[in-house]
């Protein structure tokens, strides 16, 4: 039972414009949210948190925005950059649970120079 | 300061073998967490333990797998008797301090390949 969904598996964007990765959630008890980033052979690396307490985190080039009433957050990446190219997990925590954090699948950016 | 790292990076182990994958933390940190993720699949939650004791494990199958973090050395996660189902990329994280809402630092994985 997939509880956070990226349903877009991969992302083409052209360098310099505004990449948006979704990600969408099935469990209302979930009131923190993050982003990582991952490049091959690599692990995870967080990216940017937001609270359901807030409806955007702003941080450099990253913006995430959560929309509680339609279980829905996105990352915006503006300007993009190659180097950006990565998979993108959005994680999910809910309220009094400890540390366990839901993932979804992944969306695969690409920025094209 | 070395991140999480994680050995062996690849294993490969026939069926019915076992399987040890360790984890050791950055420094500083004494909580553990290790996911799983299957091809095509997020990763997926399994246990999360401090120094000695074992936090949470409902995301751990009942049978074959266990998972320790010894007072010295690094955190173990061990399946026996693998199985083919068994083949994934298994992450390891750590967090420094109370561990709840704390960024967790991931290492590099490793894949299980079961033949």
């Known amino acids: 039972d997939q509880q956070v969904k990226q349903n877009s598996p991969s992302l083409s964007v052209q360098e310099g414009r505004i990449s948006i990765l979704n990600c969408d959630y099935t469990?209302?008890?979930?009131?923190?949210f993050l982003w990582y980033k991952k490049y091959p052979a690599e692990g995870p690396t967080f990216l940017i948190s937001i609270s359901s307490i807030k409806d955007k985190n702003e941080d450099g080039r990253f913006t995430v925005f959560l929309n509680k009433s339609a279980k829905h957050l996105s990352l915006h990446i503006v300007p993009s950059q190659p180097g950006d190219s990565a998979v993108y997990f959005c994680?999910?925590?809910?309220?009094?649970?400890?540390?366990?954090?839901?993932f979804g699948t992944g969306t695969s950016l690409t920025v094209i120079p | 300061n070395a991140g999480v790292m994680q050995n062996p990076r690849h294993l490969v182990r026939r069926r019915g073998q076992e399987a040890r994958l360790r984890c050791s933390p950055m420094?500083?940190?004494?909580?553990v967490y290790w996911y799983r993720q299957l091809p095509e699949e997020g990763l997926k939650f399994m246990v999360y333990l401090q120094k000695e004791n074992i936090i949470d494990e409902s995301g751990m199958p009942k049978e074959r797998f266990s998972a320790e973090f010894p007072k010295e050395g690094p955190s173990i996660l061990r399946i026996q008797q693998v199985v083919r189902g068994d083949s994934a990329a298994y992450f390891c994280a750590s967090s420094p301090t109370s561990g709840i809402r704390d960024t967790q630092y991931f290492g590099p994985g490793t894949r299980l390949t079961v033949l």
């Open positions: 420094k500083g940190h004494s909580h």
């Open positions: 469990n209302s008890m979930f009131d923190y």
């Open positions: 994680a999910a925590n809910p309220t009094n649970t400890g540390n366990q954090f839901y």
